[in-house]
């Protein structure tokens, strides 16, 4: 059986028969179609406007299609996130307008793009639509989608997130813009935290200050987060047309990473604090850690973590990669007794969150971090 693929409609040809048969069933839809629809956040760039048909029947989703589901059951999110950053209740019998993709969480979910258009669920509040191979033995079932449709404009080619992004750039050379990472142990390990405190405390020094999300899964509220405490600019992976960066292909993190940085830029940033998800183990945060593209604006880098033991192991593999790190950060904070194991270990200081958020702390850590200043230089400035 031999698969054709034209215009974003699958055809399937039987061997021996001259004809081709279609088994798929493009639906016109009907103006206002989507006007109670609940549209999620990773569809957001989406000018759903452009929405004129249903793509149904045998087709194989595509990393990134816009799909219309219909909530069948509800379970571990029982909300969505909006464009707007609300988080909109569900129900059942809701339609919501979500996006295929991927989904690394190990305290979650790891899901793939499906194949087909069968059911399916919901795997991030974000708004991404997959099948999950395993959960966390704490998280509940996801809540179960029925998808009725890709939607496809007036040339019958489906809406994906690819025909929104930034204008992809792809050489590091030309950014000038100097950065600091906020790297960790795993998810919820602080890294948000961090990396917004730290946004506080060079906004309120009076410096522009741009914020980037390289690598996770579409979400709102890190962005929301990011905003609230001061960025100037604040833009992650789904600008690049990217709605999760799990199994994505090495080539285009950089490429991801480079727009995301030329973006901000472009906005005027005088400083990028830029946070890269998930733990040290994880492929797609190995592999950003050590782009090229990452690499030649970074100024200076903080790790999260939630244990001594998970802060020693952090900065001996940033050490071991050749990444410049300025200390410590995360929930380590709440432990007194942890802290004083992790600095004495690493010998690199702990920058609690208030620490951060202070302006002349802030701005001293991002003037020691471009001009390459060593931990201990840092420390004897009076930053740990």
Known sequence: MLSLDVCGVQQLKIHGENDVKTVTTPTPLARGALDHAKSAYTARRVDLSQARALLGGEVRPRFGDVVLARVSALGHHTRLESPAGRRVHLFPGDEIVVVYGTRYAPD??????????????????????ASMRVRHTRAKRPTAIE????????????????DWRLTPVTNPRGIGLPTIAVAGTAMNSGKTTAAAHLVRGLATAGVRVGAAKLTGAGSGPDRWKLMDAGAQHVVDFTDAGY???????????????????????????????????????????????????FQRPLAGMLFAAGDAAGAVLGAQCLKSWGLPLLGLAGLLETSPLAVREAVAATGFPLFTSEELSDPKLASSLCEHAVAGATPKVAACAGLA
């Open 147 to 162: 998808p009725l449709g890709i939607l496809l404009d007036a040339g019958s080619r489906r809406l994906n997130l690819q």
């Open 243 to 293: 709605v999760s960066t799990y199994g994505v292909a090495a080539a285009e993190l950089d490429t991801i990473c480079c727009t995301l940085l030329a973006e901000l830029e472009r906005a005027g940033c005088e400083v990028a604090v830029l946070e890269v998800a998930d733990g040290l183990f994880q492929e797609e945060t190995v592999h950003m850690l050590q782009s090229p593209c």
């Open 108 to 129: 979650q979910f790891e899901a793939l793009v499906p194949a087909d258009l069968g059911s399916c669920h919901l795997v991030a509040a974000g708004g991404i639509a």
